[in-house]
């Protein structure tokens, strides 16, 4: 049972414009959301996050939204950079339980 | 500061042999986490220690997959006997309080495992 899911696979940008990453998840006890991004060959590492009281996390160039009636996420990055491509995970979780990763959606920033 | 290193990078065994991974974690984070990443999915957890107690073990095969924080530190995830759906990244990570929520986790570079 897939319960966070990201149904894009992949997702390709040209420099400078937008990119949206888009998560859904199906657990309505999931209050904590994160965000991480792959190199190749690294590990994941952490991004951005918001709790479930609240609807936008804006951090520099990523910003969050989440919508909980819908149950999505959905990450913004503006403008795209060539050192933005890489895998990335949603993650979500309740309180002091294990996080749940999405398959990932692998981005390509273009020239 | 530095990070959540791991060992081996790399490692290949033919299916019915066991292999083990080795994590140190970043200093004074008390919770460790072994997550498996198999291609194409999204890292799943397989056990994580508070300190030296195990918090969450459920998605562990027991049969086949051990791991241990001695002391509180340092932790060994093993594989005995290892089968070819074993073939994965695993991931340690480690974090200063219990619970994604409390902090981030912070993600070693993983041992890509391959069982022939």
């Known amino acids: 049972d897939q319960q966070v899911k990201q149904n894009s696979p992949s997702l390709s940008v040209q420099e400078g414009r937008i990119s949206i990453l888009n998560c859904d998840y199906t657990?309505?006890?999931?209050?904590?959301f994160l965000w991480y991004k792959k190199y190749p060959a690294e590990g994941p590492t952490f991004l951005i996050s918001i709790s479930s009281i609240k609807d936008k996390n804006e951090d520099g160039r990523f910003t969050v939204f989440l919508n909980k009636s819908a149950k999505h996420l959905s990450l913004h990055i503006v403008p795209s950079q060539p050192g933005d491509s890489a895998v990335y995970f949603c993650?979500?979780?309740?309180?002091?339980?294990?996080?749940?990763f999405g398959t990932g959606t692998r981005l390509q920033v273009t020239l | 500061e530095a990070g959540v290193a791991q060992s081996p990078r790399y490692k290949i065994i033919e299916k019915r042999q066991s292999v083990a991974f080795w994590c140190n974690p970043i200093s004074g984070h008390a919770t460790l986490y072994w997550y498996q990443q198999i291609l194409g999915q999204g890292p799943k957890l397989l056990i994580q220690f508070q300190n030296n107690g195990v918090v969450d073990d459920s998605q562990l095969p027991k049969d086949r997959f051990s791991a241990e924080r001695l002391k509180g530190v340092d932790s060994t995830l093993k594989i005995q006997p290892a089968k070819l759906e074993d073939s994965a990244v695993y991931l340690c990570a480690s974090s200063l309080a219990l619970g994604a929520t409390g902090s981030p986790l912070h993600f070693g570079n993983g041992t890509r495992l391959t069982v022939t």
């Open positions: 657990n309505s006890m999931f209050d904590y």
């Open positions: 993650a979500a979780t309740t309180t002091e339980t294990k996080l749940t």
